[in-house]
């Protein structure tokens, strides 16, 4: 009954900034990686950032580092990406991710640990 949904996607121009909002359902955060991770046309996933829930300890892709941050409110089971300064190379499907009760490997950014994920949000980014 895992169940988590994106949203806050859309198109915006190279420096604008949005807010991705991933919604969990069916369980509370506890120990927790969170990730989100991203996906283009034709390439591999890659991941952006990860959080570890219990103590909010962030990881980041070196793409994206002093531009996007990763965020919580365990109130409300959500986890957010703030992404500012926004390049048309930023532009992918973003997926949020969870990998429930876990040791604090979210550092390593990688897809297959994670089991459980939504179906994607469009960030497009324009020049």
């Known amino acids: 009954q895992v169940q988590l949904v994106e949203s806050g996607g859309g198109s915006v121009q190279a420096g604008g900034s949005l807010r991705l909002s991933c919604a969990a359902s069916g369980y509370t955060y506890s120990s927790d990686c969170m990730g989100w991770f991203r996906q283009a046309p034709g390439k591999e996933r890659e991941g952006v950032a990860a959080?570890?829930?219990?103590?909010?300890?962030?990881y980041y892709a070196d793409s994206v580092k002093g531009r996007f941050t990763i965020s919580q409110d365990n109130a409300k089971n959500t986890v957010y990406l703030q992404m500012n300064s926004l390049k048309p190379e930023d532009t992918a499907m973003y997926y949020c991710?969870?990998?429930?009760?876990?040791?604090?490997?979210?550092?390593?950014?990688?897809?297959?640990?994670?089991?459980?994920w939504g179906q994607g949000t469009q960030v497009t980014v324009s020049s």
């Open positions: 991710a969870a990998d429930l009760g876990t040791e604090d490997d979210c550092y390593t950014l990688s897809a297959p640990m994670y089991p459980y």
């Open positions: 959080l570890y829930t219990d103590g909010g300890s962030t």
